[in-house]
């Protein structure tokens, strides 16, 4: 199974048969929703030096699903970092280097932990081999939801 994703703020990260892109509108044709002051508050404490985020992509993570190793190398500045906050069952982070098939390392994502891709880390190969459904209370069908700020253009 995937991750399935929506997003607010001023772009959205959409797939479809012309494949994946920032997108100013969602496919049904309306303007995202703002991203919420919360998290907008988190970011501004963890990068308080970066641009205002553009998109807040939520990924949920259900059942089985899982996000293969990849770099975030579609925004326009590197110099500007990734934030995400993770919220439900707890997910298993795997992060490597910028070269692909490099050492990597893991570590559990819990409810309320918040990861900053910033410098060297910024395009950094990463993704979540699992989750461990159920571990976690917060949503109630289970699962795991990952919000990712980024600064696009
Ligand atoms: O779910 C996560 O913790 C990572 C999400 C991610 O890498 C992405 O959305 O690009
Ligand atoms: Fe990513």
């Known amino acids: ?3 399935r994703m929506t997003a607010a703020g ?10 994946y892109r920032y997108e100013g509108r969602h496919p049904r044709g309306t303007a995202w929703p703002d991203i919420p002051e919360s998290l907008l508050t988190i970011w501004k404490a963890i990068a308080p030096d970066a641009r205002t985020p553009e998109c807040a992509l939520i990924n949920f993570y259900g059942e089985g699903a899982r996000m293969g190793l990849h770099q975030d190398k579609d ?3 590197f110099g ?4 995400s906050v993770s919220l439900g069952d707890e997910g298993l982070f795997r992060i490597g280097g910028v ?3 490099g050492k990597t390392t ?3 994502l819990r409810s309320g932990d918040v990861l900053l891709l910033s410098g060297a880390a910024r395009l950094a190969h990463h ?5 461990r459904f159920g571990s976690s ?3 109630p069908g289970g699962g795991r939801i990952n919000v990712t700020m980024r600064v696009v253009r």
């Open 80 to 83: 500007q970092p990734v934030v």
């Open 10 to 19: 001023k772009f959205g990260w959409i797939t479809d048969r012309r494949g």
């Open 1 to 3: 199974m995937s991750v």
């Open 106 to 108: 893991s570590q559990w």
């Open 137 to 139: 209370t917060l949503l």
């Open 127 to 131: 993704g979540v081999d699992k989750i």
């Open 99 to 101: 070269e692909r098939g």
């Open 75 to 77: 925004e326009a500045d």
